[in-house]
């Protein structure tokens, strides 16, 4: 009788598993926005800015593919000058060669779409970036799969606020790593795979940077004093060597502060029931056509402070935790170093081989 029963219930859990249909909410995107990306600064170009378009909740969207091509986009100065934009195609634009912001002057970006929607910035100033006075780490251990161990590096820096109120800061940071080869080269026609290494026909580096964080921070409880101990990112315990660190710090309106706080705090959301709802962040981008469609993200102008570092990561007393890679051979031949985000051939600043 209890076998029975076991088989009974048996195929009724089947029969309800049998019955369950897939829900689809049939979500779509709505009308996609425009989306300005890009940053004026006073460091040598070409400065680069992409248009595209956003995507909606539907997951067969992307927006890799979505740019916003033959559109017409310039910047204007505090006295009128205009300066044309390159069309790189795919939505991708450049500054003219020579061209950079200066410290004390406000630029506006102007962008016509092929048809004939026309948006404006507000007018953006360039305020000064002071130096930065210190660069320091804490070590953090994270994970301890003894013998060996990994952790990591908060990195903090300090800067003497000017003793003008109202500034603002946002840093960056970029790491460059001598690469030891351009290339995994797959010999035609063989099974299983051969691969070989190339090496760099030049100097080469890898780049590694964190491109969703978000660090800014304002003088208002420090005005004129120092800003000590800004967390400005975090670098591996992988290895041993030295830590090159390429830190950026960039001056900041208000109201690009705000709009970089906002993106701060709604990233950091946890969904849990006390976090704000998720809602549009407005940026600076107005359309002069219809209003209600702004564009989406922020034409921001600032002057960059640089500062090259290399972190020691060799007086911890403890080994990193390694990974192993797979290593193939050496090929006969180079590879050409080709410029991206993630690779260069231009030598860092204050590199030391």
């Not at 069309?87 to 020579?98: A, E, I, K, Y």
Request: net charge neutral; with cysteine; glycine share 6%.
């Amino acid at each position: 009788m209890k076998f029975f029963i076991q088989l009974f219930i048996a195929f009724f859990c089947v029969l309800l598993i049998a019955c369950v249909d897939e829900f689809d909410p049939k979500l779509v995107g709505g009308t996609p926005s425009i989306v300005f990306e890009g940053t004026l600064t006073d460091q040598p170009g070409p400065h680069y800015f992409v248009l595209s378009f956003s995507a909606g909740y539907n997951s067969k969207e992307s927006v890799f593919d979505k740019y916003v091509n033959a559109a017409k986009v310039w910047i204007t100065d505090a006295k009128g000058l205009r300066t044309d934009l390159n069309d790189l195609n795919r939505g991708q634009f450049s500054t003219p060669d020579g061209f950079r912001g200066q410290v004390g002057n406000t630029y506006t970006l102007h962008v016509r779409t092929s048809d004939g929607v026309e948006y404006a910035s507000n007018a953006e100033p360039m305020r000064a970036s002071p130096a930065i006075d210190k660069v320091y780490t804490e070590f953090k251990l994270t994970t301890t799969p003894r013998p060996q161990y990994r952790g990591m590096f908060n990195v903090y820096v300090d800067v003497k606020d000017p003793a003008t109120e109202g500034d603002y800061y946002r840093w960056t940071w970029k790491n460059y790593q001598k690469a030891g080869f351009c290339e995994v080269y797959t010999v035609p026609r063989t099974d299983p795979p051969v691969r070989y290494l190339r090496k760099c026909c030049e100097d080469c580096w890898n780049i590694t940077q964190c491109l969703g964080c978000v660090n800014v921070a304002s003088d208002k409880l420090v005005n004129g004093r120092t800003l000590a101990k800004q967390n400005i990112g975090q670098i591996p315990y992988d290895d041993t060597t030295p830590y090159y660190m390429l830190i950026e710090q960039m001056s900041l309106s208000k109201e690009a502060y705000l709009f970089w706080s906002n993106v701060k705090a709604q990233a950091s959301n946890s969904g849990g029931i006390f976090d704000t709802a998720p809602a549009m962040i407005k940026g600076n981008i107005k359309n002069l056509t219809d209003v209600t469609k702004p564009m989406l993200g922020y034409f921001q102008v600032s002057a960059v402070t640089q500062k090259a570092v290399f972190i020691q990561r060799n007086n911890l007393g403890v080994p990193p935790y390694s990974i192993g890679l797979i290593v193939y051979p050496f090929d006969i031949e180079c590879a050409v170093c080709k410029e991206s985000p993630y690779r260069t051939a231009k030598r860092p600043l204050d590199w030391k081989d």
